[in-house]
């Protein structure tokens, strides 16, 4: 089943305006730009727009905002597609192509990535997208003087959240942890991270069409965040304030008012608590704890670069963006993981990124973001899908709710979200 998701008249008049603005530099003289439309913005946008100034032939980048879906859409009714597009999904890759409105590409010599990650970008046995950025997704920030001895395990996380939540109600410490409860990508990347400890033979078939949300790998792994999200004073201003926070805020709840000791959150959080870092400690990571001292599995994310149908240099703009060499300029800007494997790992301007992109290279560890890959509205946006049914669960066990109670609630949601998105249970 293929979504429904309407674009806003700001969208589509926005969408037209860049349509014409290109059309009219196109047939001002000179060379034709090659134009990509991207989801980046602020300094992601900045550093895109230097690895492009390397590409031999002038390319012309557009920020589409965070529904760069609906900016798509509005753009291919107007019949002004952009020459490329990154894409935050592989669902929209795939269901572009089976739309007719992508070309097959073709990736350099010299591009290679983790076993698993291409087919996600495949329709019909051709490849129709890329990977050209990737996200570490299982870590968690600290700062070093808040946590000199980070949890090992998963049992030692809650020991640490009850003992530090009991302090901060006593004598007004910080909270153990913040979290952007009100971005709902935020809180899956915590169920993720679980699932794919506790059950992670189970973890890629909830991406299949005949996926059990309700069976006993869901439940395990709600009822496990259930168990640390219920802990009183486990977050800054409580689970209702939780919800109202952003994930902006939260990260500088940690690295600049100190109100919290940890945050879970990618790899790009050092973008974000950079400007905000107060002194000269930066912020820290220790991988996600899973039962096992050393961490669970890997969850990464990831933007693909796509090609639209009769798009003029797209192709080959594509294939240049997975030459080891091309995004050289952000790698020595920091803020960026290469999903190419041939991307060496002293390319990395430090020993943070070293370490991220080695771990990424471990073989059977990698699981890719789950909530990116489910079918239509399910995959989540802002109130709607997978985002909106976590924000409930999490409401549930911060507000007094059971944990089988609010379990058995979110499951259901889960199975129905799937059986209406065109499959699952």
């Known amino acids: 089943m293929r979504p429904t998701i309407r674009a806003s008249r700001r969208t589509l008049l926005r969408a037209a305006a860049v349509g ?28 895109f ?9 002038p390319v012309q980048v557009v920020s589409a905002g965070n529904d760069i879906d609906a900016f798509l859409r509005a753009r291919h009714l107007a019949g002004t597609s952009p ?52 996200a570490h997704k299982s870590l968690v920030w600290h700062l070093p003087s808040m946590l000199p001895v980070p949890p090992a395990n998963w049992d030692e996380l809650v020991r640490l959240t009850r003992a530090l939540g009991a302090l901060a109600r006593r004598d007004g410490g910080p909270a153990p942890l913040a979290i952007g409860a009100a971005d709902g990508w935020v809180l899956t990347d915590w169920f993720e991270n679980v699932l794919a400890d506790v ?13 059990d949300w ?44 100190r109100r919290a000791v940890m945050l879970v959150g990618a790899d790009f959080t050092a973008d974000v ?20 001292a050393g961490g669970g599995p890997l969850i990464v994310g990831g933007d693909a670069a796509v090609a639209f149908a009769d798009a003029r240099g797209g192709v080959e703009l594509v294939e240049w963006l997975t030459r080891a060499d091309s995004f050289q300029p952000w790698l020595r800007s920091g803020g960026y993981l290469s999903p190419n494997t041939n991307v060496t790992i002293d390319s990395y301007r430090d020993r943070v990124g070293q370490r991220l992109a080695e771990e990424m290279r471990t073989p059977g560890t ?24 976590m924000q409930g669960f999490f409401a549930d066990v911060t507000d007094g709710v059971r944990a ?19 499959g699952g249970r």
């Not at 935050?88 to 739309?99: D, F, I, K, N």
């Open 83 to 134: 020459d490329v597009a990154i894409l935050p999904r592989p669902g929209l890759v795939t269901e572009y192509a089976q739309r007719g409105w992508l070309s097959p590409v073709r990736p350099s010599t010299g591009y290679a990535v983790p076993a698993g990650l291409s087919e996600l970008l495949t329709a019909e046995g051709q490849r129709y997208g890329v990977w050209v950025k990737a």
């Open 20 to 47: 014409a603005t290109a059309l009219a530099a196109g047939c001002s003289g000179g060379s034709r730009s090659v134009q990509v439309a991207v989801v980046w913005s602020t300094s992601e946008l900045d550093r």
């Open 404 to 422: 089988g109670e609010a379990t058995r609630r979110a499951t259901g949601l889960l199975a129905a979200a799937a059986r209406n998105a065109g």
């Open 214 to 257: 309700q069976g006993g790998a869901v439940r395990e792994a709600l009822d496990r965040l259930a168990g640390l999200w219920s802990i009183d004073g486990a977050f800054v201003g409580g689970g209702r304030r939780a919800l109202l926070t952003q994930y902006e805020e939260s990260v500088i709840q940690v690295v600049h008012t």
């Open 366 to 389: 990698l699981r890719f973001d789950l909530s990116d890959q489910l079918p239509g509205p399910f995959t989540g946006s802002d109130g709607v899908g997978i985002w909106r049914i």
């Open 273 to 292: 608590a950079d400007p905000f870092q107060r002194g000269p400690q930066a912020p820290v990571t220790f991988r996600f704890p899973g039962a096992s």
């Open 49 to 57: 727009r230097e690895v492009v100034a390397g590409y031999p032939a």
């Open 199 to 211: 059950a992670p033979e189970s973890y890629n078939a909830l991406a299949r069409a005949d996926a």
